[in-house]
Nanobody, 123 residues
Framework: VQLVESGGGLVQAGGSLRLSCAASGRTFSTYAMGWFRQAPGKEREFICAISYSGGRTYYADSVKGRFTISRDNAKNTVYLQMNTLKPEDTAVYYC?????????????????WGQGTQVTVSS
């Protein structure tokens, strides 16, 4: 599975962005998908995840109520809608795929990773 993120960019605080992660292959629906981010000088952290069926979602406390993960298995794509962005959301955002997962916060459970897309939130 190859994952390609898009939709990053520069936005003012309070604004919104929607990230997309397009997956190759015909088995996208068998993968749980997660979003992680890494800010400069910090470790990569869990943001949110969605089960392979889309029936379960999980969010880090730092983004709960502001970010929404969704997936379209017909388009082999997972989305991250980010609202009310804050400067501390500035990071490189990565999507990841976990075969038949239910959605995990643990990075080692993910089998494939994208290259990342930069999100910068100005104050």
């Amino acid at each position: 599975v190859q994952l390609v993120e898009s939709g990053g960019g520069l936005v003012q605080a309070g604004g919104s962005l929607r990230l997309s992660c397009a997956a190759s292959g015909r088995t996208f629906s068998t993968y749980a998908m997660g979003w992680f981010r890494q800010a400069p000088g910090k470790e990569r952290e869990f943001i949110c995840a969605i089960s392979y069926s889309g029936g379960r979602t999980y969010y880090a406390d730092s983004v709960k109520g502001r970010f929404t993960i969704s997936r379209d298995n017909a388009k082999n794509t997972v989305y991250l809608q980010m609202n009310t962005l804050k400067p501390e959301d500035t990071a490189v955002y990565y999507c990841a795929a976990d075969y038949y997962g239910l959605g995990s916060i643990r990075q080692y459970e993910y089998d494939y990773w994208g290259q990342g897309t930069q999100v910068t939130v100005s104050s």
